[in-house]
């Protein structure tokens, strides 16, 4: 593979898409956000998805774009926070390169996505921490199998140079 692909995966909040963006930037790569992607095919929002036509078949939305991210390479994938729970995803992205996982803390995730939080389907809660918490525990075996980054309390030029080495 003469180009392999750099995933991103994490928790939602974390800055995947924002630093995958820089990153493809830096080293003239295409940039794929994989719920972009999904809104882009279907013409519904992931909150209009999860809504309609369940979690489930949002999921399967997701494997299949996984399948056809698979056969590509020079790619910088943000993936939805919830797409290597499926480990048949994690397989197929992990054969295209290299899966880093990014991280930061529950309170500093709510603050970056509480503007959001009407297009964040899973955290339609009235304790939106404690959603966050109980999901970081939920998904942690799964998310430590890949390299960690913390992007708190950092830069974002600063972040991309870390990736680059952790790549």
């Keep these: 593979m003469s180009q392999p692909n750099i995933i991103l995966t994490g928790f939602m ?3 995947k898409t924002t630093l995958g963006r820089l990153l493809a930037e830096r080293i003239d790569y295409e940039f794929i956000d994989t719920d972009a992607q999904i809104e882009e095919q279907t013409g519904k929002t992931i909150a209009e998805l999860f809504q309609t036509e369940g979690e ?3 999921r399967k939305l997701e494997s299949e774009l996984v399948e056809e991210l698979a056969q590509q390479e020079g790619l910088v994938i943000a993936t939805g926070g919830g797409l290597v729970l499926n480990p048949k995803n994690a397989t197929l992205l992990s054969k295209t390169g290299q899966i880093i996982c990014l991280t930061a803390s ?3 995730i709510l603050a970056r996505v509480s503007r959001q939080q009407d297009v964040r389907p899973l955290l339609q809660e009235k304790d939106p921490q404690a959603k966050i918490i109980e999901l970081l525990q ?6 430590n199998q ?3 980054l913390s992007t708190s309390q950092q830069t974002q030029e600063q972040l991309v140079d870390k990736l680059l080495e952790l790549y």
């Design 13 to 15: 909040g974390t800055g």
């Design 56 to 58: 489930t078949a949002f």
């Design 106 to 108: 529950p309170e500093e």
């Design 138 to 143: 939920q998904r942690a075996a799964i998310y």
């Design 146 to 148: 890949f390299p960690q």
